[in-house]
């Protein structure tokens, strides 16, 4: 194509210089200077012509710059995704059995849903004659753990943390705020703590419980700075925490 159109171009100069010079010599201008000025016309304006048209339908494109090379490859190839460029499977790591990562799960959370506590620590009350009962749950959803809170009275409350991965609990929240009289106060906590840990499969004696509470009060009332103990008894872990703010919290977990 591009052939054909250089060889009408060509003829087209043949042509146009040749008419101009014939125009030239009709105003009797010499021969040589005629055929100069004619060949000179018929060659630029072929050329600005021909480089216009050219422009137009981009002659000159037909093979890809470096750049545009590039670019067409990242196009038309595109490299390997994340997922393929690296192994998903690391065979030369040793990866953790499926009983195993059971057994990692059981060691920080409890084998219990909120349910199942709530229905069993009822029980315990119903047991010991106590009205007080936990009612349906309302679990907030969290980023990381999903929580509830239930106020069991005026001064006292349970709080739970439930793992999101496997819908049980990883550590329950006695609460206790004082009134004009403590000892009532830490004493009922201390039957709702000694409840709740009988479901959550603690030891079968329960003075190790009020111990606790009462090493508390005797450190807070001496320096009246915030107090933390921590205790391991059997299977479970236990933190009291007393300061002026929140009160006496009792933090029931699986041992670590």
């Known amino acids: 194509m591009n052939t054909v159109i250089t060889l009408v171009i060509l003829g ?5 210089c040749w008419w101009i010079h014939k125009k ?17 016309c018929a060659t630029f304006l072929p050329i600005v012509l021909f480089l216009a048209i050219g422009s137009m339908i981009g002659w000159g494109d037909s093979s890809p710059t470096p750049d545009n090379n590039q670019n067409q490859q990242q196009v038309t190839s595109p490299g390997p995704t994340p997922i393929q460029a690296s192994n998903p499977v690391d065979n030369s790591e040793p990866k953790m059995s499926e009983s195993s990562i059971q057994e990692l799960d059981q060691e920080k959370i409890f084998n219990i849903t909120p349910e199942q506590f709530r229905q069993k620590y009822n029980n315990v009350m119903a047991e010991l004659e106590i009205e007080e009962r936990i009612p349906k749950l309302n679990i907030k959803k ?22 999101k991965k496997t819908g049980k609990l990883k550590y329950i929240v006695v609460v206790c705020t004082f009134t004009d009289d403590p000892s009532n106060e830490v004493m009922v906590a201390a039957l709702i703590a000694a409840s709740a840990d009988k479901v959550l499969g603690g030891p079968k004696e329960k003075q190790f419980i009020i111990e606790m509470f009462t090493e508390a009060l005797k450190k807070f009332n001496e320096t009246k700075q915030p107090v933390e103990i921590i205790q ?3 299977s479970n872990e236990y933190m009291v925490t007393l300061n002026q703010a929140t009160g006496l919290w009792l933090i029931i977990s699986p041992k670590p």
């Open 24 to 40: 030239l010599r009709k105003w009797q201008l010499p021969f040589i200077a005629s055929a100069v000025i004619a060949f000179s």
């Open 142 to 163: 969290g980023k990381v753990n999903d929580v509830f809170s239930v106020l069991l009275s005026k001064n006292h409350g349970i709080n739970g943390t439930i793992d």
């Open 12 to 16: 087209a100069m043949a042509t146009l």
């Open 232 to 234: 391991t008894v059997g």
